[in-house]
């Protein structure tokens, strides 16, 4: 089923594959956020000249790379290089097809990769930012049994506690990080899980948090975060 995503103007999104995550509101947080503040000086406060290269971890449809593209090919001092990256094979297949369908042509590099592992070493230390929409609920349980994650579990399920996955994701991220420079690590999580219980763990990675936005779905708030270098 082709699955054209209307409520998103500025870009144009298709979703052939039923397991790759349609746009949501947590998508819509994290590109609003960036269209409030990416300008022709700062990437939130970065000198967007010294942005070289940028990851959009777990892509989906590529909706955050696009966006990114879109604002660079408007934003004469915003050059980085744009990486996407995803778990799903229809995820990246997804995101080229909407790289092509809003003639960005080979404008984005995809990475089909579990987290950070198959990444080349060439990228070790190069990324000044790195968004990543996480699976962040917790995992499904019938019978007391975890259930086994299927290819569309992949967007929500983030481990038994709901942020596993994301801990795992910000220890890989470590060594790719450009630490010589300042360098910034956006995410979303859920109220929904006992979130804070990960700021010990982030604090010992060399990271403090800031929360930038929130907003309120039926049971949830979900937060837009920045991590930082202490
Ligand atoms: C909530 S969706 C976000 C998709 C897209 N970034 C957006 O904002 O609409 C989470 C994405 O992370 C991907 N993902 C899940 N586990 C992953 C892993 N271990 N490595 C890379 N990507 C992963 C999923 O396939 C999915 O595309």
Same mark, same amino acid.
């Given at each position: 089923m082709l699955r054209t995503i209307s409520n998103f103007h500025d870009i144009i999104l298709e979703c052939p594959f039923e397991d790759v995550y349609a746009p949501s509101d947590d998508s819509f947080l !994290?590109? %609003?956020y960036f269209k409030e503040n990416i300008n022709e000086k700062y990437f939130d406060g970065l000198d967007v000249k010294s942005v070289k290269n940028v990851l959009d971890m777990g892509t989906g449809t590529g909706i955050i790379a696009l /966006?990114?593209? $879109?604002?660079k090919n408007q934003i004469t001092n915003f050059s980085s290089n744009i990486f996407a #990256? %995803? !778990?799903l094979k229809n995820a990246i297949r997804c995101a080229k097809l909407? &790289?092509?369908l809003n003639n960005f042509y080979q404008s984005i590099t995809f990475i089909h990769s579990n987290l950070f592992r198959s990444f080349p070493d060439n990228l070790r230390n190069t990324f000044n930012v790195i968004i990543f929409n996480p699976p962040y609920l917790p995992s499904l349980r019938v019978n007391g049994?975890?259930?086994i994650k299927r290819g569309e579990d992949k967007s929500w399920d983030g481990g038994e506690k709901g942020f596993e996955l994301f801990l795992e994701f910000c220890s890989q991220a470590v060594p790719f990080l450009n630490v010589t420079q #300042? =360098? /910034? !690590? /956006?995410y979303v999580s859920s109220s929904a899980t $006992? =979130? &804070?219980d990960t700021l010990n763990s982030l604090a010992?990675?060399? =990271?403090k948090n800031k929360i930038l936005k929130k907003t309120h779905i039926f049971f949830e708030d979900i937060v837009l975060n920045r991590l930082e270098k202490i």
């Open positions: !994290i590109v %609003d /966006y990114l593209t $879109k604002m #990256s %995803d !778990i909407n &790289e092509r049994n975890l259930v #300042s =360098f /910034y !690590i /956006y $006992k =979130f &804070e010992h990675l060399g =990271f």
